[in-house]
């Protein structure tokens, strides 16, 4: 399996499925619907990982790691503990997970997508700091590697930064 | 596959999608005074993980008519546009000026609704004569979101199946000039079945 792992300066966009790993003052950001943005962090490394995940299992499946919530969390960890990050002190924010189509289509998926990323993190003992989640709305999210922030913009609401 | 095997699918699928863009245009040109027009750009299936880029999706803010498929199969129809596209429109519809930072009430968002309606119905209608199943547009939903936030779950359904999905892609012109406007078609993966079963006997 191999990973779509993005590393620049200034800001990199993370499109569905996709990881960006971060250093220092770099950035990342995404526009999140049903996915779930995970942000893992190493605060004594400034190290950190953004992925913009789609779906709550790979049950298998062919994919780029960053598309599955299982595969996603799993590769962001090793990367980082490959980096020089401490697994015991990594944490998390989490956001994204909306339900936007009350009565149509796969409807519980922004829910999945949460649940599957709570168990996934709990079980590789990787704490949750902050989080914003659920709703009915888009976000675009940024993620600050250096200050370990995470803004959240929605449409007709102020910025949340975690 | 062969080029002329890849010109057939594609030519396929513009056989099943060139009937619906044609009567959703003769719809909206008559409900705009025969100022908006549209026309099939592509029909692709991408990776799930390309789709922004398929649509050239920005991280802006969009106004957007939200249509689920009726029917037994399901789907999305998104119509999206920026502000000021929509500002044009529904001036032009309600005969105002329309500004930019202007609040919208009811009226406003009636035309974007109606437009929405009869776009989708128009659209639907060729599918159903096409398939000979019948699919009717959901009430319209106006909202002002990342777009692509909307198509990420809109794509959500055959994305739980496949790993590409289908996007059908409408340009569309406003007084003879191209605007930047959006029709976006996902189709359930069932109805996407329906389509490919249509398009292997065209």
Known sequence: MTATLTTRRAETTVGMGQIAVLTGDERASAVLGSCVGVAIFDEKKKLGALAHIVLPTSAGRPGTPGKFVDTAIVWMINELRSRGADPRKLTCKLTGGATMFATNGPFQIGQQNIDATRQTLAAANVRIVAEHLGGSKGRRITFECDAFKVVVESAGEPSVTL | MTSNALTNVRTAWELIFAPAIENASSAMSAWTNGE??????????????????????????????????????????????????????????????????????????SALQETGNILSSAYLNAITALTGRRFWPSPPLVTEDYAMSVVEQAVMTQALTEDRVLLCRTRFSRLGKRVEWNLIFVPSPELLQLLRDTAATL
Do not use: K
């Open chain 2, 36 to 109: 908006v027009s549209l026309a099939l750009d592509e029909v692709r299936e991408v990776a799930v993980e390309e789709v922004a880029e398929a649509l050239d999706l920005t991280d802006e803010l969009s106004t957007m008519v939200m249509l689920a498929v009726g029917g037994a199969m399901g789907g999305q129809l998104i119509l999206t546009f920026d502000r000021e596209n929509a500002c044009r429109l529904i001036g032009s519809l309600l005969n105002r000026d329309v500004e930019l930072d202007q609040e919208w009430g009811e009226l406003e968002t």
